[in-house]
């Protein structure tokens, strides 16, 4: 089969981010759009981005794009792909859709256009008017955008955030995929100090030691193409294999996370044993007001409450303070902080931000909030450009 053409999703703000992890894994001809990636891979490599994909929602395997202004176009032009390459005769399907800015603004009568127009291919090619759907599920996506069709299957299953770990989660928990994003949209690298003082259920830090220990954040879960006969069952062993073997088991990180609340700390521990970092990183119950930093250098990344779904402003303004007199002359400190109070450079008054990258955190727009710090003296000559 010749090269398919994936697409990594992603939340808007990290389609840089998971550029870099592609072009990372050797992926070549990448182009990249408001919240995707498209790469060119064969069908033995779409194991590689369900694995290694840290900062991507899912790899979809795009079947084809087309103008559609009214249902007949859709029918017609759906019916007319290659579903028969990927579906079999005792596959399950169902039919996802999506419609921006476009004629064809109903979702529901969108999918069923797509629904029955892949039907009618499959009995088509099949020579059958009944599938009884018992084998390997296959979701189909429409997603219109200005009048254009594009047609895909989800390769992944549940979203590439679901590592797997996460059994203990706070009431606001970051995804993990953003989490580690802004790790890699931060100095950190492993052989450097970093702390979160208000950790909560652990997942920045779980993610910066996975990443660390180059653990393949897929490897302990599945996915809906490992069953499709459409990619060697071979590929998933051999790719799984080559993630085992990857990971640096010799890594000595200095990951630091605190919290005020016992149940949360207990929680990071837990989550971070099930990711294989237990060992990595140091938990403890302490009140973001007693911090006390002896460092001269470090990195901290962070995502306090703000307000909207925990936390209240007097509490908010108080772990501010705290922040600003405690990292105010530390200006070998990295500060990363996300948030969605727009007010946050006001009380962290050691410098204005260097950068403000705007990204959100499920439906919540938030600002990730950049503070270098100089770089201890023997990695002076290094860039700090990101």
Same mark, same amino acid.
């Given at each position: 089969?010749?090269?398919?053409?994936?697409?990594?999703?992603?939340?808007?703000?990290?389609?840089?981010?998971? #550029?870099?992890?592609?072009?990372?894994? %050797?992926?070549?001809?990448? *182009?990249?759009?408001?919240?995707?990636?498209? !790469?060119?891979?064969?069908?033995?490599?779409?194991?590689?981005?369900?694995?290694?994909?840290?900062?991507?929602?899912?790899?979809?395997?795009?079947?084809?794009? !087309?103008?559609?202004?009214?249902?007949?176009?859709?029918? +017609?032009?759906?019916?007319?792909?290659?579903?028969?390459?990927?579906?079999?005769?005792?596959?399950?399907?169902?039919?996802?859709? #999506?419609?921006? #800015?476009?004629?064809?603004?109903? =979702?529901? $009568?969108?999918?069923?256009?797509?629904? #029955?127009?892949?039907?009618?291919?499959?009995?088509?090619?099949?020579?059958?008017?009944?599938? +009884?759907?018992?084998?390997?599920?296959?979701?189909?996506?429409?997603?219109?955008?200005?009048?254009?069709?594009?047609?895909?299957?989800?390769?992944? /299953?549940?979203?590439?955030?679901?590592?797997?770990?996460?059994?203990?989660?706070?009431?606001?928990?970051?995804?993990?995929?953003?989490?580690?994003?802004?790790?890699?949209?931060? &100095?950190?690298? *492993?052989?450097?100090?970093?702390?979160?003082? @208000?950790?909560?259920?652990?997942?920045?830090?779980?993610?910066?030691? @996975?990443?660390?220990?180059?653990? $393949?954040?897929?490897?302990?879960?599945?996915?809906?193409? +490992?069953?499709?006969? /459409?990619?060697?069952?071979?590929?998933?062993?051999?790719?799984?294999? *080559?993630?085992?073997?990857?990971?640096?088991?010799?890594?000595?990180?200095?990951?630091?996370?605190?919290?005020?609340?016992?149940?949360?700390?207990?929680?990071?521990?837990?989550?971070?044993? *099930?990711?294989?970092?237990?060992?990595?990183?140091?938990?403890?119950?302490?009140? @973001?007001?007693?911090?006390?930093?002896?460092?001269?250098? %470090? =990195?901290?990344?962070?995502?306090?409450?703000?307000?909207?779904?925990?936390?209240? &402003?007097?509490? @908010?303004?108080?772990?501010?303070?705290?922040?600003?007199?405690? &990292?105010?002359?530390?200006?070998?400190?990295?500060?990363?902080?996300?948030? $969605?109070?727009?007010? !946050?450079?006001?009380?962290?008054?050691?410098?204005?931000?260097?950068?403000?990258?705007?990204?959100?955190? /499920?439906?919540? +727009?938030?600002?990730?909030?950049?503070?270098?710090?100089?770089?201890?003296?023997?990695?002076?000559?290094?860039?700090?450009?990101?």
């Amino acid at each position: 089969m010749d090269k398919l053409t994936l697409i990594a999703t992603s939340t808007f703000g990290l389609e840089a981010v998971v #550029k870099r992890e592609l072009i990372a894994m %050797g992926f070549e001809d990448l *182009k990249t759009s408001e919240g995707k990636v498209e !790469f060119q891979a064969s069908p033995e490599e779409i194991p590689t981005p369900n694995l290694w994909l840290r900062c991507a929602d899912r790899v979809l395997l795009k079947l084809g794009e !087309f103008p559609a202004t009214t249902f007949d176009e859709l029918f +017609e032009q759906t019916k007319a792909l290659s579903w028969e390459d990927w579906i079999t005769p005792d596959g399950k399907f169902t039919v996802n859709g #999506k419609s921006i #800015k476009s004629t064809l603004g109903s =979702i529901s $009568a969108c999918q069923s256009i797509v629904k #029955k127009a892949v039907v009618e291919k499959l009995k088509a090619v099949y020579h059958r008017e009944w599938f +009884e759907e018992t084998g390997a599920e296959f979701t189909v996506q429409v997603a219109l955008l200005k009048d254009v069709a594009t047609l895909t299957i989800d390769t992944s /299953g549940p979203g590439l955030n679901r590592r797997g770990y996460r059994t203990q989660a706070g009431a606001a928990a970051l995804k993990e995929t953003l989490a580690s994003a802004l790790v890699q949209l931060s &100095f950190w690298e *492993k052989d450097r100090l970093l702390i979160d003082p @208000m950790c909560g259920s652990g997942t920045i830090l779980i993610e910066a030691a @996975m990443l660390g220990k180059n653990i $393949a954040p897929g490897q302990n879960r599945s996915f809906a193409s +490992e069953e499709w006969p /459409g990619i060697p069952s071979k590929a998933w062993r051999v790719a799984r294999l *080559k993630a085992y073997e990857s990971v640096d088991k010799n890594s000595n990180l200095q990951l630091f996370g605190y919290d005020i609340d016992p149940v949360s700390v207990d929680a990071a521990r837990i989550n971070a044993r *099930k990711a294989g970092v237990g060992n990595d990183i140091l938990f403890e119950q302490k009140d @973001m007001h007693n911090l006390w930093i002896d460092k001269q250098y %470090g =990195i901290l990344i962070s995502n306090p409450p703000y307000g909207i779904k925990v936390g209240e &402003f007097k509490e @908010m303004n108080a772990i501010y303070i705290s922040l600003n007199k405690t &990292f105010k002359k530390k200006t070998g400190w990295s500060v990363y902080i996300l948030t $969605a109070d727009k007010k !946050f450079p006001a009380y962290f008054k050691r410098a204005q931000p260097d950068r403000v990258r705007k990204l959100f955190n /499920g439906q919540i +727009e938030v600002n990730y909030y950049q503070y270098y710090g100089e770089r201890p003296k023997e990695e002076a000559g290094s860039s700090d450009s990101l």
